[in-house]
């Protein structure tokens, strides 16, 4: 197992991402825990030491379980992650109480990295309000070592993200991203990497590396590209060969909910095999052609927002709109959109197409808003 250096962690360079635990019957919220019990055995066995729980996993079950399973090793084997959940706003004003919660849960008297959840559009403002204090009591906890290193979670915007480190960036630790080569792009992962290496000096965690399985299986004819230039290696780690490419990336989280899974994975991680320029250039062509398979060719000019008359943030919106035609529904675009003003979702467009006038690609902007509109229901 590769190992990084992280103060004065060695931690796995995979870590056993506990939201997609095998469960009984599908049944999200009943984890099948003698099948559990048996994976973590074998990550532990194939030495990865970093597991990562939340909250909110399995329907709240995924703590208590990781609780009893890793009661049966000795609490200097594993590193313990675990989140506060702000992803729901009813919780802001519940910080310690929900805390000492995950403590019980988890059958422990420490977390080795704890993280606030997914910094994003829709709770940013409360995360940093001082009423709720949370930064505060988080803080407090790591000087009473409950906490061993702090960190955050995104899934928002590259402004987003700014607003949180301008705030408390100081005092992260790590930043867990969803990253893989077709983000890279696509949710502009690029620019997030960007901003967490260069700018912050934070290490990079990383969630989605096979962007929930999208990327463990490809067209015959881009599995033959791979091939080519790599015939021994599988689909799916070209996914983490990809993110061993970045000395920034410390842990790799990967759901496992077979043993095939962990078996892959722990045979990937035995060895870094970082792309070439020539290998991540070809990865990265094939995920500009998956993505203009669904997607408008939208450049980011902005040409298009002086001329309408809404005021609306077009680019943005068609991002997240190639983001949700492409993965065909999903979390992201509802999520950010959501938080928008009324007057500024897709919805608001009233199809003058003053844009269209002026776009350079030719796009029918009036006629993608109409359909994200109509997709997002808002």
């Known amino acids: 197992m590769i190992e990084k250096q992280f103060h004065e962690a060695r931690l796995s360079a995979l870590g056993f991402g506990c939201m997609r635990l095998p469960t009984v019957g599908g049944d999200e919220a009943q984890i099948d825990e003698v ?3 048996r994976l973590i055995a074998r990550a532990m066995e194939g030495g990865i030491n970093y597991y990562d729980t939340a909250w909110g996993y399995h329907g709240g079950n ?3 379980v990781m609780g009893r399973i890793l009661k049966n090793y000795p609490r200097d084997s594993f590193y313990l992650a675990d989140k506060f959940p702000g992803y729901d706003l009813s919780n802001m004003d519940k910080v310690d109480e929900i805390f000492d919660r995950q403590l019980e849960k988890c059958q422990v008297d420490h977390f080795d990295f704890y993280l606030f959840h997914n910094v994003c ?4 403002d409360a995360y940093l309000d001082p009423k709720f204090h949370i930064f505060e009591s988080l803080m407090a906890r790591k000087r009473a070592g409950q906490i061993r290193h702090l960190g955050f979670s995104t899934h928002g915007s590259l402004d987003t993200m700014k607003r949180f480190l301008e705030a408390y960036g ?3 630790e790590f930043c867990q991203i969803q990253l893989n080569w077709l983000d890279w792009d696509l949710q502009d992962a690029r620019a997030k990497m960007e901003l967490l290496d260069f700018c912050w000096d934070i290490p990079v965690w990383v969630m989605e590396p096979l962007r929930g399985g999208k990327l463990a299986k490809l067209s015959d004819g881009h599995t033959a590209r ?3 230039l790599r015939p021994d290696e599988s689909v799916p780690a070209w996914a983490f060969r990809f993110l061993q ?4 990336v410390t842990v790799t989280l990967s759901g496992m909910s077979t043993m095939d899974q962990v078996e892959d994975n722990l045979g990937t991680f035995a060895e870094e095999r ?5 290998e991540l250039q070809t990865l990265l062509a094939i995920a500009d052609s998956m993505i203009g398979q669904t997607s408008v060719p939208c450049t980011a000019c902005r040409y298009c927002t002086a001329h309408c008359p809404q005021g609306l943030d077009i680019p943005t919106l068609l991002e997240l709109y190639n983001e949700h035609s492409f993965t065909g529904g999903g979390f992201l675009a509802p999520m950010r959109v959501g938080h928008l003003p009324a007057g500024k979702k897709p919805s608001a467009c009233v199809g003058c197409r003053s844009c269209e006038a002026v776009c350079p690609q030719q796009i029918k902007i009036s006629e993608a808003l109409a359909d994200f509109s109509a ?3 808002l």
């Open 35 to 37: 099948q559990a019990a």
């Open 62 to 64: 995924s703590e208590t």
């Open 121 to 124: 559009e829709m709770n940013i």
């Open 170 to 172: 100081k005092d992260m």
């Open 226 to 228: 791979l091939h080519e």
């Open 245 to 248: 490419s970045f000395p920034a």
């Open 274 to 278: 970082p792309l070439s320029a020539q």
């Open 375 to 377: 997709k997002l229901g």
